[in-house]
């Protein structure tokens, strides 16, 4: 059974930072795609940054929406089965709640085309709150 669990939620001011930490279980496959998700009340989740690592070594490859380009990291530790997102020039409109999520079928040409699609395992979420 594969487990996400999120963490490192808070507040935080505007132009700050924050790091958020998803530890995985039981995600023992050969190739993982993973992502940060975001969810605004009454709104639908949105995928913000995406990552494809194959376990082996051969191939990382990340993807971003345009919104968090260039502020915002996502990162996998496969020794330590976590991944992260690593957010820099916070802003107002980043306060949502953040989701991890992995895809227990994992292809990277599936990846590439729509790294934000089909994605079907999910962390409880973890508050983020940036005050202006």
């Known amino acids: 059974q594969v487990q996400l669990v999120e963490s490192g939620g808070g507040s935080v001011q505007a132009g700050g930072s924050r790091k958020l930490s998803c530890v995985f279980s039981?995600?023992?496959?050969?190739?993982?795609?993973m992502a940060w998700f975001r969810q605004y009340p009454g709104s639908e989740r949105v995928g913000i940054a995406s990552?494809?690592?194959?376990?082996?070594?051969?191939?990382?490859?990340?993807d971003y929406i345009d919104a968090v380009k260039g502020r915002f990291t996502i990162s996998l530790n496969n020794a330590k089965d976590t991944v992260e997102l690593q957010m820099n020039s916070l802003k107002y409109d980043d306060t949502a709640m953040y989701y991890c999520?992995?895809?227990?079928?994992?292809?990277?040409?599936?990846?590439?085309?729509?790294?934000?699609?089909?994605?079907?395992?999910w962390g409880q979420g973890t508050q983020v709150t940036v005050s202006s």
């Open positions: 999520a992995a895809k227990s079928s994992c292809d990277y040409i599936v990846w590439w085309k729509r790294p934000f699609d089909e994605y079907d395992l």
């Open positions: 039981g995600y023992t496959v050969s190739r993982r795609c």
């Open positions: 990552i494809y690592v194959d376990v082996g070594g051969v191939r990382t490859e990340t």
